[in-house]
């Protein structure tokens, strides 16, 4: 059963789907999942499959738009700004601990690619969020940053303060693509990632009309290159923590990362054949991370 809801955030009113399990009972008390869509997603993509299939599961989930993206609030539209990304997790645990059936002390978070990184850093200082677990995790501040030197790294924020000082004094907002737009722009060098970001968002398999493949990049890109979503992790991040890879994926070094840091419970599965957007929706690919995602909330709320 889905409704479709909305929540408070710092003024703005964010949109979600609030997924309840068969046979809902409002006197009874459930575990609680947030589950955080991905860079450049929105809540009807991936999110809603694994927020589904927690609630087949006997769980509430809530699904939901991040600020300035899709049908929530915010008015710099597509902003991607990691810092308020995992403000709106904390609003969205929020929210849960207002439904008289959600148990406040059984909250977990679930969180796919960019929110993958998302909700383990927001796990390091929301202690409300009792479990972690990540479908094809990614630090985005540590993806926009990648192996480019520090020279390279600071002339890109350069262009950004051009840019910020050109829209300032009435210049057109600039923006970025999240994937290639067409297929046109698909080459021999594109990297797979984005060969595969193309065929998920781009195309009917997953195309949503929310879902516009559009960033801010002068409001965007300061943000995300000063976003570390590991910096704490090893001290702050005490709750358990499953990290679902798929063993082709090419994004696999940052669910690495996190389970290299961690210092507490944790697990890393790889999903065989799996890619980093294969694990979004191929039922094959969610149905073995689904196997692994259940059990870890079951034990760990």
Known sequence: MKQSVTFPNAGLTMAANLYLPENFDDTQTYSGIVVVHPGGGVKEQTAA???ERLANNGFVAVAFDASCQGDSEGNTRGLEDPYARVEDIRTAVDYLTTLSYVDNN??????ICAGG???????QTERRIKAVATVSAVDLGAMYRGE?????????????GQQRTAESNGAEVQF????PNSEGELTEETPVLLKEAYDYYRTPRAQHPNSDNKLPFAASLARIYSFSASAQLSDYLTQPLLLVIGKEADTRGYSDRFFELSNRPKELVEVEGGTHISMYDIPEHV?????????FFNENL
């Not at 480019?148 to 950004?160: D, F, N, T």
């Not at 970025?176 to 994937?179: G, K, P, Q």
């Open 49 to 51: 499959i694994y927020a």
């Open 287 to 295: 149905d073995q991370a689904e196997a692994k995602i259940i059990p």
């Open 176 to 179: 970025a693509n999240w994937a």
């Open 148 to 160: 480019a030197s520090i020279e390279e790294q600071l002339q890109v924020l350069e262009a950004v």
């Open 106 to 111: 059984k909250i977990g978070a679930l969180g």
């Open 117 to 123: 990184g998302y909700v383990v850093n927001a796990a």
